[in-house]
């Protein structure tokens, strides 16, 4: 079983950037495609980015499109998410998950992870 342990959230001027980090542990790593969900006050759960198993597919929400990267470091069992150009409307809790997955699909819904890290605030200011 995969704990997942999020960090880097934080306050940001509008424009700033942040990296997210989640750092898993009690499993390998790279056997789990991985993903980077949402969660804004009275809003739901909404898909960010996810990465595959070995780090070749990526796939971003229209929405974070050409702001946020999600990367992973199979070696330091790590992923990450760049969040760059970021925008008052991007506050939220963020959690990033994974499953157990060698596809190449990738996959954007929350119930479709498995393991779920505890999650780490951004607040944007404008």
């Known amino acids: 079983q995969v704990q997942l342990v999020e960090s880097g959230g934080g306050l940001v001027q509008a424009g700033g950037s942040l990296r997210l980090s989640c750092a898993a542990s009690g499993g390998t790593f790279g056997n789990y495609a991985m993903g980077w969900f949402r969660q804004a006050a009275g809003k739901e759960r909404e898909f960010v980015a996810a990465?595959?198993?070995?780090?070749?597919?990526?796939h971003s929400a229209d929405s974070v499109k050409d702001r946020f990267t999600i990367s992973r470091d199979n070696a330091k069992n790590t992923g990450y998410l760049q969040m760059n150009s970021l925008k008052p409307e991007d506050a939220a809790v963020y959690y990033c998950?994974?499953?157990?997955?060698?596809?190449?699909?990738?996959?954007?819904?929350?119930?479709?992870?498995?393991?779920w890290g505890q999650g780490t605030q951004v607040t944007v200011s404008s």
């Open positions: 998950a994974a499953r157990w997955s060698y596809e190449a699909r990738l996959r954007v819904g929350w119930n479709d992870y498995t393991y």
């Open positions: 990465i595959s198993w070995n780090g070749r597919s990526t």
